[in-house]
């Protein structure tokens, strides 16, 4: 019982941080692949370095106050932000699967970043522009990494474990980036967000109750639970949304 416990949190925390890096690292990847392609990869590739030292710094400074923190506020605090979090990523996943948002396509974030950084002219020595985007695409980006590391590895008490998927995720993620280039596109996005948001939003649920007293029976056995419970509702979600729209069509004239 004690294993198939231990095993059930283990692998929704390495699934759940594994999405997390790999959506990220695309998003990331994307903007840099335009930038280094449009001005140069010189400064690009300084602005993803500067990106990386201060989130190094941020998790330094940071980072350890977490473990100070008493653990049933530590699992409130990190549940309500895993709630948020994944919540937001569900939701839109949900209207772009039911047809009520534009999906995400990297081609076309690609293109448009292209488009405007060549509105611009290029620098001859160090370009500002290239940095500058190269550093908020990674920053942002490596942040809400950082942020799924920290929240679900420390309330798993796995951070080495979190951290190390992560890594593990990000190398994969760059190796086929820098051998596929653009082919990343074809990456299927707003599933493995669906996919993120589900499991960020189970761990929120399960760690919300967890910092309120809840004894949840069998532990963390009811993680695994949570996942089923929120699949079937996103699928029934899914399925209402695109079931009103066509409705709303076949009475439009």
């Not at 990847?29 to 300084?46: K, Y």
């Not at 709630?83 to 999906?103: H, T, V």
Request: include cysteine; aromatic fraction near 8%.
């Amino acid at each position: 019982m004690i294993a198939t416990t231990v095993s059930s949190g283990v692998m929704v925390l390495v699934v759940a941080v594994f999405l997390v890096s790999c959506v990220e690292m695309v998003e990331a990847l994307t903007i840099v692949l335009a930038v280094g392609h449009t001005r140069g990869w010189r400064s690009s590739f300084e602005g993803v370095g500067a990106a990386l030292a201060a989130l190094v710094v941020l998790v330094a400074l940071f980072g350890p106050a977490l473990v100070r923190v008493p653990l049933a506020t530590l699992h409130l605090f990190i549940g309500v932000i895993l709630l948020i979090f994944g919540m937001q990523w569900l939701r839109k996943a949900i209207l772009r699967s039911s047809g009520l948002k534009e999906k995400n396509d990297e081609d076309v974030r690609y293109r448009s970043t292209v488009a405007l950084l060549a509105d611009s002219t290029p620098a001859t020595g160090r370009d500002s522009v290239a940095f500058v985007v190269a550093f908020k695409g990674v920053f942002l980006e490596g942040l809400e990494v950082v942020i799924a590391v920290i929240t679900l590895g420390t309330s798993a008490h796995r951070l080495g474990l979190a951290s190390v998927v992560a890594a593990i995720a990000v190398i994969l993620v760059g190796a086929v980036g820098a051998l596929v280039s653009k082919q990343l596109s074809k990456v299927p996005e707003n599933a493995m967000k669906m996919g993120v948001g589900i499991l960020l939003t189970s761990y929120g649920t399960f760690w919300t109750g967890e910092g309120l007293k809840v004894r949840w029976p069998g532990g963390d056995v009811w993680l695994l639970m949570f996942v089923g419970i929120y699949v079937v509702v996103t699928l029934v979600f899914i399925v209402s949304l695109r079931r009103s729209d066509a409705a709303v069509l076949e009475v439009t004239p």
